[in-house]
């Protein structure tokens, strides 16, 4: 007969479950750090574990591809201007530049390992934020959170704002469907007096995989450039291209409550 569980039923764990505490620490998000516990890379006093349900009060004797855990630390961001033609991965098997390229110039020297909240396409530019923190990263990235994640865009073709303007009740696609968007033409475009090349700003909470190029396609414009100001309440600001800027520490605890709550 298999063991019971004699703790009172509104009892909770003394702990959490490892998947957590190594993405807190910073190995890799959960998920990434699931599929690595399935793949028998994680062990805790030298046995490999078997399931990311293991519950834990700390890092004490976890290892990972047999290398010892360190205790999480503190949870730090930076904001990067990712350029055009860089891709948001660690590596690529085809060998095209990635962020991590620019980064080992762009970060500073005591930068921890850290991770790309959300992902860019290779060719949209702008704000990526970058954290240690696998449960801020987490956070950040789910729909469920309602962060929002605003772009500029440039695209060809005709359109109205009366168009752009039902954008906001969402809109499906081949079967998907795409939440809430509030999009705006900018200067003279709104005065339709910007020609067939469009600017617009556009302020989602979703982050689907290329939705701010699908929707706009959807609508019959062609997107020459996408470029993401705003992540949160973080802005792209005058960041130069290519370069990296550590958030301050108030800032990221505002904002660790803020999804707190």
């Known amino acids: 007969m298999p063991p019971t569980d004699k703790r009172p039923a509104n009892t909770k764990p003394a702990g959490e479950r490892i998947a957590k505490l190594l993405a807190r620490a910073g190995v890799a998000s959960r998920r990434e ?23 834990l009060p700390n890092l004490k004797g976890v290892s990972v591809d047999g290398k010892p855990v360190a205790a999480a630390e503190q949870a730090r961001v930076f904001a990067f201007h990712k350029p055009s033609g860089l891709l948001t991965a660690e ?25 790309p909240v959300g992902r860019l396409d290779m060719n949209t530019e702008g704000l990526l934020l970058l954290t240690n923190d696998g449960e801020l990263k987490r956070a950040l990235e789910l729909p469920a959170s309602n962060v929002p994640r605003t772009y500029r865009v440039r695209a060809f073709g005709e359109i109205t704002q009366a168009q752009l303007d039902d954008l906001i009740e969402g809109v499906e696609i081949d079967g998907v469907r ?13 005065s339709g007096k910007g020609g067939r090349n469009q600017w617009i700003v556009m302020t989602l909470t979703e982050g689907k995989n290329r939705e701010v190029r699908r929707v706009l396609e959807h609508l019959g414009l062609q997107v020459s450039r996408l470029l993401r100001v705003g992540y949160g309440p973080f802005n792209l600001g005058d960041l130069p291209r290519g370069a990296a800027v550590e958030i301050a520490q108030a800032q990221v605890e505002k904002l660790r409550k803020s999804l707190r709550s």
């Open 178 to 190: 795409y939440g809430k968007i509030e999009a705006d033409l900018e200067g003279a475009a709104r």
């Open 33 to 55: 750090v699931e599929r690595m516990i399935a793949d028998g890379r994680v062990a805790v006093d030298g046995k490999v574990l078997d399931t990311p349900a293991t519950i």
């Open 91 to 115: 590596r690529d098997p085809k060998g095209r530049p990635t962020i991590y390229t620019a980064l080992r110039n762009a970060l500073p020297k005591s930068a921890p390992r850290v991770m």
